[in-house]
């Protein structure tokens, strides 16, 4: 347990750079709570993408621009997940995790998780989402971190948490716990919310590549994501389930 465990830690902080990329698994200095310079091999944000970029891959122009997207979210709300295994619905309740609220809600509104991969599925553990399949928007969500929140519910079954490598580096990912994961609470995973509708739809996200490679598993390499984006997963991990679109519905219990 204790490896997959620290493996969240490891493989939330994957895209921040290529260079950590590289050096990523097993033991890390990222473990130590030490941050990686994501600095070090990110592209330059100072050039805004073409419009004519964005408008031929569908991709919403503001997901470009991290700090724009700052709007305060409800004190709750329900996000419908439609995917490749079928629809769930998860509840968000602002209070548990107020900044992580906040940002899931921003990058659910702005069409963020739209063709998003459930790229790494452990087996009676979680699955984990949120690298975009653009690597230029991945990039710059990268580096959006945001700070952490106090862990106010345990990480049961159904929850949906972030993924995280150290105090404050929270940014896109996230995973759903197939089982009671309290072991998490101690380690700062403070859940946003939880599956109320369609569980059954997460038990059966593929999982049959198994952990990702930065990890010792034969699954995608998160690197590849990075580097490449959708493509890689396509062409080489081709029965991975995916979320087709992610939208705010209502009020969570609505």
């Not at 990058?107 to 975009?132: E, P, T, W």
Request: with cysteine; glycine share 12%.
């Amino acid at each position: 347990m204790e490896n997959t465990l620290r493996g969240i830690a490891v493989a939330a902080l994957v895209p921040l750079t290529l260079a950590a990329l590289a050096s990523c698994g097993g033991d890390t200095e990222e473990e130590d709570g030490e941050s990686p310079d994501v600095e070090a091999a990110a592209p330059a944000e100072d050039a805004a993408p073409a419009e004519d970029q964005s408008a031929a891959s569908g991709i919403n122009p503001i997901l470009y621009y991290p700090d724009r997207l700052v709007e305060t979210a409800p004190e709750a709300f329900q996000v419908r997940f439609e995917t490749t295994a079928g629809d769930f619905v998860v509840d968000v309740t602002r209070a548990w995790s107020p900044n992580g609220a906040d940002r899931f809600y921003n990058l659910v509104k702005n069409g963020y998780y739209d063709g998003v991969y459930f790229y790494r599925v452990v087996s009676g553990f979680m699955a984990q989402f949120g690298m975009h399949g653009e690597p230029q928007v991945q990039i710059r969500w990268s580096r959006a971190r945001i700070t952490d929140d106090p862990v106010a519910v345990s990480n049961r079954r159904g929850t949906v948490t972030y993924a995280m490598g150290g105090p404050n580096s929270r940014t896109t990912q996230l995973f759903i716990n197939f089982r009671d994961n309290s072991d998490l609470d101690s380690q700062g995973f403070a859940p946003v919310g939880r599956v109320s509708a369609g569980m059954d739809v997460v038990d059966r996200l593929h999982s049959g590549y198994g952990e990702i490679q930065e990890q010792g598993g034969d699954g995608p390499r998160a690197y590849g994501i990075t580097s490449q984006g959708n493509q890689y997963l396509v062409d080489n991990f081709p029965n991975l389930d995916h979320i087709i679109a992610a939208t705010v519905v209502g009020p969570a219990g609505g």
